[in-house]
């Protein structure tokens, strides 16, 4: 069995400058582990320069292969340019996982389970840019085991006390769904059961679990860094790095303490590099790395892949009463207050369980290819609220978190090419998530399970294998070529998660082009007759320019609509999206740059065309108040980002480029 070493739980899971130091204590009179620029394999270096305790020393050395190699500390006796323009240090590992969500944990668990297992060790790290595991995460969330279950079977337990070693690490309880209801809300506040017989059976919560997914991955965390694995909390990837051969291999970290006007502050630290053999990619739904990797080796075209859609997820937890709480409760809704007809477009639906001990998590997922500009997701969720068989489970009650997230919505026929030179993409990065189960973390733990086995095997195969490894030899080979696993693509296409994707791959595009009744009729049909053999495929629907229809190019100019008109909120039960913003725990290092940044190739859309011809739509879809306009001038606060990545998505022209601020910035998420 394997060994798994509980950890002390602490708010910030590992410290890349603490491990970095430590590292380079142990490399003071060494050549192994150096810093690398950006590109590497250029040019062979002529000198490898070493730590010295008062400034930077250069050492004339050879270096095996054509790897670009710099190690320098900084020191006043050293005459350097612009801190900005100093090489950075690195830190070499087998394999780089960007992202500490469950796809994450679960790659970077697994790879240090095989490693015990079979005898030769791999070094693995994982990059959080929320300021511990979980911050960040935010789901529904009814769970379905059955991936983590595996995750964990070659635990002592088999896996089988994952919900009481839960409940001991983070007090968190994993409730067992004991009811499941799914409605259909009038305005008039009626509402009508339909029968769980007639609905599809991925709808069904039998032996799935009502959860926290950020108390989840933290328990996790602790189980992969038990295992050896070193995850660094509150740093933020903001590069791709490549090889000569173009091949990923690796990312830095953000440069830190720089202030709003582009200088360094007394604060300022140099990003680090984190070099892997292989980087997995598991940052969730529109990751900023991610979607470079996807653009850079055009992985959408290269799998013939549609346009991916989204959907803005908007969540409280809520406190109620015990004599309010029905333990194991399950509700879904459609209709009120997204759909008022058989015909409306506008997708989406809502949630809300009952977890131990009195918790309420409900929400609102709306589909952001919504075509009213005038439509505000948050007050569309505040109104929510107000139907009686929602108002009945929350009253009495107090709301103790806020918080939202984009998701994938695009399903089987968005996902893009897997793998690329150097690494992969996993969980929610990819678009495992399957809209019509409204869940997506067993798909996310079985990509990282089924990515992990697959590097794995290529990283240890083959004639003198493990003296290449990093955790052998502490460094990569300058000579080794950027490898592509494609295994993980192969395995992932013969495994359930493709099966469960493929059974309702048209099932969103049968909402759009027929509305909520003929998306509902489509659905059944496909759930309980063709369970996704039908032959043909529903296309993606052209924009006005001819491509394929983005949620950005779904909204139609706000002369078609009329303004919508929220009722106050009551502060009771609804709230005001400020008030709400502070139950995120959201912050920000003020005095840095914007890391929503205006395209500069779109600079003139906000006022010219968002605001003139749209109404200014960022103004209502931001669940985070960021963006508004005052005397038309557009006004970006960057502060109150929660990093649900709805901006990137739904912008006119999508003219905002979402980049990472300072790590640790962002929500502060315990309970979602």
């Not at 599809?200 to 997914?213: E, F, K, M, T, V």
């Not at 992932?492 to 003929?518: P, Q």
């Not at 043909?536 to 919508?564: N, R, V, Y």
């Amino acid at each position: 069995m394997l060994r798994y070493v509980k950890v002390a739980k602490r708010s910030n899971i590992g410290s890349l400058s603490t491990s970095f130091s430590s590292y380079c204590d142990s490399q003071v009179a060494t050549t192994s582990r150096v810093s690398s620029p950006r590109v590497y394999g250029s040019t062979p270096p002529s000198s490898t320069a070493y730590n010295h305790p008062r400034c930077l020393v250069a050492h004339t050395t050879s270096v095996p292969g054509n790897l670009q190699v710099h190690r320098r500390s900084f020191s006043s006796l050293c005459d350097d340019d612009s801190p900005l323009n100093q090489p950075r240090e690195s830190m070499p590992y087998d394999v780089v996982i960007v992202g500490g969500g469950p796809a994450g944990l679960a790659a970077s668990i697994r790879l240090k389970q095989l490693s015990q297992q079979k005898g030769i060790d791999l070094s693995v790290c994982v990059l959080e840019k929320g300021s511990e595991i979980g911050a960040h995460v935010l789901s529904g969330n009814v769970f379905d085991p059955k991936a983590l279950k595996e995750l964990l079977s070659l635990n002592d337990d088999g896996g089988e006390n994952w919900t009481k070693d839960l409940l001991e690490s983070q007090d968190s309880h994993a409730t067992p769904v004991t009811e499941d209801a799914f409605l259909v809300l009038t305005e008039s506040g009626g509402s009508y059961q339909i029968p769980n017989v007639f609905l599809p059976s991925q709808l069904h919560n039998d032996g799935n679990y009502i959860i926290s997914l950020s108390k989840l991955t933290r328990y996790l965390g602790e189980m992969a860094e038990g295992l050896g694995v070193e995850i660094f909390a509150g740093f933020a990837a903001d590069e791709v790095l490549y090889n000569t051969d173009e091949g990923v291999r690796g990312v830095t970290t953000k440069d830190v303490g720089i202030g709003k006007d582009g200088e360094c502050k007394d604060t300022f630290e140099r990003g680090v590099e984190l070099l892997g053999r292989q980087t997995l990619f598991a940052e969730g739904a529109r990751g900023s790395c991610s979607e470079t990797i996807i653009s850079k080796f055009n992985l959408r075209e290269q799998s013939g892949a549609s346009v991916q859609h989204y959907g803005l997820g908007i969540k409280e937890v809520w406190e109620i009463p015990e004599e309010k709480f029905k333990k194991g409760f399950v509700q879904h809704t459609l209709g009120y207050p997204l759909q008022s007809s058989v015909m409306d477009k506008t997708y989406g639906g809502s949630f809300l369980y009952h977890q131990e001990p009195n918790l309420v998590l409900c929400g609102l997922v709306v589909g952001l290819d919504y075509e009213n500009p005038y439509i505000n997701p948050y007050q569309e969720f505040q109104r929510w609220k107000t139907h009686p068989a929602i108002k009945s489970h929350l009253e009495g009650g107090t709301c103790v978190q806020y918080g939202a997230r984009v998701l994938n919505e695009g399903g089987y026929h968005s996902l893009p090419k897997l793998t690329f030179p150097g690494g992969m993409l996993l969980g929610c990065s990819a678009g495992f998530l399957n809209a019509v189960k409204i869940k997506g973390s067993h798909c996310a733990i079985q990509s990282g399970i089924i990515a992990a086995e697959s590097v794995y095997d290529s990283l240890t195969s083959g004639e003198g294998a493990e003296e290449k490894t990093v955790a052998s030899k502490g460094e990569i080979d300058a000579s080794e070529p950027s490898l592509e696993v494609t295994k993980y693509a192969e395995s992932m296409e013969k495994s359930w998660v493709y099966d469960e994707l493929k059974e309702v791959r048209n099932c969103h595009e049968a909402f759009s082009k027929w509305g909520v009744g003929g998306g509902l009729i489509y659905t059944g049909i496909a759930a309980h007759i063709s369970k996704g053999k039908e032959p043909w495929t529903l296309p993606t629907p052209a924009g006005s320019d001819g491509g394929l229809k983005t949620d950005s190019k779904a909204t139609k100019p706000a002369k078609e609509f009329q303004p919508i008109k929220y009722p106050a909120p009551d502060g009771i039960l609804t709230f005001d999206l400020l008030t709400n913003l502070q139950r995120s725990g959201t912050y920000h290092e003020d005095d840095q740059p914007s890391h929503l940044r205006i395209k500069p190739d779109v600079a003139s859309v906000p006022e010219s065309i968002s605001l003139q011809v749209y109404a200014a739509p960022e103004s209502r879809f931001c669940p985070a108040g960021v963006y508004e306009y005052v005397d038309e001038k557009l006004v970006i606060n960057a502060q109150n980002c929660i990093h649900c990545k709805c901006c990137s998505i739904k912008m006119p022209h999508e003219y905002i480029n979402w980049t990472v601020p300072e790590g640790g910035g962002g929500p502060q998420y315990q309970v979602m």
